[in-house]
Nanobody, 124 residues
Framework: QVQLVESGGGLVQAGDSLRLSCAASTRTFSSYAMGWFRQAPGKERECVAAINWNGGRTYYADSVKGRFTISRDNAKNTVYLQMNSLKPEDTAVYYC?????????????????WGQGTQVTVSS
């Protein structure tokens, strides 16, 4: 069982930055791919960024490409999402997720463990 705990959300203005962190409680963190998903009210949960086990490959949704950066520190069992130039449409609950096998997917059904989520609200 892997527990994931997100932190770093909050209320910011358009154009501001936030860094989300997700700490994992497992000694085998480096064997998991990690994803950041978000869900806005009335919308499906979508993958905004994902990263392979060693950070060698990453994925970004078109809506965040060039503004968000996913990274991981396997020594600290932590994955990060740096969010710059935030927009009101980025407002959502952000979740991190872990997928066994080391290679990411953009499908939420293919992730094994989920965090509780952290709220990000961007005002205009």
């Amino acid at each position: 069982q892997v527990q994931l705990v997100e932190s770093g959300g909050g209320l910011v203005q358009a154009g501001d930055s936030l860094r989300l962190s997700c700490a994992a409680s497992t000694r085998t963190f480096s064997s998991y791919a990690m994803g950041w998903f978000r869900q806005a009210p009335g919308k499906e949960r979508e993958c905004v960024a994902a990263i392979n086990w060693n950070g060698g490959r990453t994925y970004y949704a078109d809506s965040v490409k060039g503004r968000f950066t996913i990274s991981r520190d396997n020594a600290k069992n932590t994955v990060y999402l740096q969010m710059n130039s935030l927009k009101p449409e980025d407002t959502a609950v952000y979740y991190c997720a872990a997928r066994g096998g080391g290679y990411y997917s953009i499908r939420k059904s293919e992730y094994d463990y989920w965090g509780q989520g952290t709220q990000v609200t961007v005002s205009s």
